[in-house]
């Protein structure tokens, strides 16, 4: 689903919501309160410069606007492969976005993330993932990296892997799987605005991923790895 | 198509040199050419070997190795786990020996 | 006599790091807590699923550690790997240590476990900046020869002290990888000089994105994690807007090559950086 008809089905014809390059910005009414809304486009790729754009609005968002929600609408195919932006630190830009975003939650202002298109690698960690929650649109992607470069880094042949990707959940990148594993809270279906009105008022603030994903089926281990630390002699 | 798997291995071989209870030694680490073995004590009079690898078909060349790691040490009471990924066998060798090496007081 | 940290398994490290026979291990290899993606790819899991965790005591002062093995899978983070992970930092909520050490060496995502091991990356960015908000440092120790890249480099970035020696590196994407996106022309990755350049600890050091700058030796990283015991940097507004100034500076830096970036920061000489050992390029970036 393209931008422009996600906004207009969540918020109305005249959400506010701009388009800066590949970024997306604005102030929304939802239910008669305003919220942030900051975003990425086109499948965009995330570098220095997109990393700290979003930061920008978070540390606004906290200084001018103490407790507002902030909706993170996610399309991205991952951190931009570029030399200069590893020389600049990319790692480090996008780490400072994921800190101003839980620093936020943990300041009160709720924190939704909404992939509506892709989510890739670590343009997702940093935006949805690091969100009080993360929901997704029915028909999005979400993966960790393309198959020939997965193919190319692990040196399993491609064919494995795309065989690998069509059934088993840890492969194949249907947001179904991700809400088996508990990455992803919730997919809206139906009312868009009633999805957000519910994940506004139900999603937790705590993480609580793994206990999903062992309650789901898609993750089996992680949960009671977790106990089993905090229970080790 | 290439199916992976791992082959999976047992060897069971009567000791002579009861290990005792001890704390489950680790040595080595799985990467390529490499492995892990983990000793650990177990009921009974034997040496009883596990082996996990992702290199195939070399069946009879870890019953050499295990054989000749067996003559050399003659645990008993021992299980000796592996996950190995294609490492030679002189290599596997070594691994056995000072993964019994710690054995001793 | 120095040990090379670079050198050693990741409990070989573990074990000269902290204070000698203090490391008490939780989850232990014997307990075979492995991976349930692996076999299906042909591949042998780990008995520890290529982290060690527990705790020891660092200069007498408790602290809770894991070390990643960069040997198994790259360091990758795959579910019981990142739930072990998880788990140490939950646990330090509850103990209270004086810090969390993290030898941390792993091209991030353990991409044979893919889905998981990008969800366990989150959770553990998430477990650990509740521990930082709990006032317990966390200390991140790169000087593996694999480095600390992918979700481990955003992990990394989200402690509060990093120790790099001039062999680690640290990074989001592997120089491969760009390459195979935008050609050898944007990024040589068999030159190893322009890697180490850009993602070096050298590097990391003179742009401030490592906080020390050590040889590659096991005592030298002990000296340098107990002194950031004391390193707890808490997050606040003030904190983040600083950050996010220093960062926004950077873009003024129109190039990509290293020995330019240094220049343009003052550097004399900066050709030279690469030759030159850390004490001397410590002292260049003394602050």
């Known amino acids: 689903m393209d931008w422009q008809t996600l906004a207009t089905q969540l918020f109305g014809a005249g959400h506010g919501i701009t388009r800066d390059g590949d970024l997306l910005r604005g102030t929304v009414e939802f239910d008669a309160e305003p919220l942030t809304v900051i975003g990425t486009t086109d499948h965009a790729p995330i570098g220095v410069q ?90 999005a992607e979400i993966r960790v990296m393309r198959l020939p470069a997965m193919a190319r880094v692990t040196k399993l042949p491609e064919s494995l892997l795309a065989e690998l990707s069509e059934s088993n959940p840890v492969f194949a990148p249907g947001v179904h799987n991700y809400v088996a594993m508990g990455g992803v809270r919730k997919l809206w279906q139906g009312d868009l605005a009633d999805a957000l009105r519910e994940a506004l008022a139900h999603a937790p603030t705590d993480d609580r991923r793994a206990e999903d994903g062992a309650a789901r089926g898609g993750r089996r281990m992680a949960a009671q790895v977790m106990q089993q630390v905090l229970d080790a002699p | 198509m290439n199916q992976p798997g791992l082959e999976t291995l047992d060897y ?73 990924m294609g490492a030679t066998p002189a290599v596997v060798s070594l691994r056995l020996d000072q993964a019994a090496q710690e054995l001793k007081p | 006599m120095t040990t090379s940290y670079a050198e050693c398994s990741a409990r070989e490290r573990l074990a000269l790091l902290v204070d000698t026979g203090s490391f008490h291990e939780w989850l232990p290899p014997a307990q075979r807590l492995t991976s349930p993606h692996l076999a299906q790819l042909g591949l042998p899991a780990a008995f520890d699923d290529g982290v060690a965790i527990g705790r020891a005591t660092l200069g007498g002062h408790t602290v809770f550690v ?169 997050i606040t507004m003030a904190a983040l807007e600083e950050e996010h100034g220093m960062l926004a500076a950077r873009l003024a830096f129109n190039g990509a090559e290293a020995v330019a970036l240094w220049a343009a920061q003052g550097i004399a000489d900066a050709a030279r950086v690469p030759d030159l050992d850390v004490a001397a390029v410590t002292a260049l970036g003394a602050r």
């Open chain 1, 50 to 139: 997109l990393a700290l754009s979003q930061a920008r609005i978070v540390l606004d968002t906290m200084t001018r606007h103490p407790g507002r929600g902030i909706l993170l609408l996610i399309d991205t195919q991952g951190q931009q492969l570029r030399r200069r932006d590893e020389l600049l630190g990319i790692n480090r830009a996008m780490a400072h976005l994921g800190m101003c975003i839980d620093l936020a939650r943990r300041r009160g202002h709720r924190v939704l993330g909404l992939v509506y298109d892709q989510a890739l690698s670590g343009g997702f960690i940093t935006s949805g993932l690091i969100a009080d929650a993360c929901d997704a649109l029915p028909e």
């Open chain 2, 12 to 84: 069971a071989l009567p000791g002579t040199r009861p290990a005792g209870a001890f704390t489950p030694v680790l040595v080595g680490v799985v990467g390529s050419g490499n492995l892990e073995v983990l000793l650990e004590p177990a009921a009974g009079g034997d040496c009883r070997v596990h082996v996990e690898t992702s290199a195939r078909g070399f069946g009879a060349i870890w019953s050499a190795v295990v054989s000749d790691f067996h003559a050399r040490h003659q645990l008993a009471g021992v299980q000796v786990s592996i996950h190995d």
């Open chain 3, 66 to 234: 894991a070390a990643q093995e960069g040997e198994f899978m790259g360091g990758g983070v795959g579910e019981v790997h990142g739930a072990k992970l998880v788990g140490l930092l939950k646990r330090a909520l509850r103990g209270r240590p004086r810090a969390v050490l993290l030898l941390a060496e792993s091209g991030g995502v353990r991409l044979h476990e893919a889905n998981a091991g990008l969800i366990a990356v989150s959770e553990v960015m998430r477990a650990l900046l509740d521990v930082r908000a709990a006032g317990i440092p966390v200390v991140v120790l790169i000087g593996g020869a694999n480095g600390c890249f992918g979700g481990m480099g955003l992990v990394a970035r989200c402690a509060d002290h990093v120790v790099m020696s001039d062999i680690g590196r640290l990074a989001m994407s592997g120089p491969e990888v760009i390459e195979a996106s935008h050609g050898v022309e944007e990024f040589d990755s068999r030159d190893r000089a322009l890697v180490w350049r850009t993602t070096g600890g050298k590097h990391r050091w003179l742009t401030g994105d490592c906080d020390t700058l050590v040889e590659d030796d096991v005592a030298a990283f002990r000296t340098a994690a107990i002194a950031a015991l004391s390193a707890a940097k808490p």
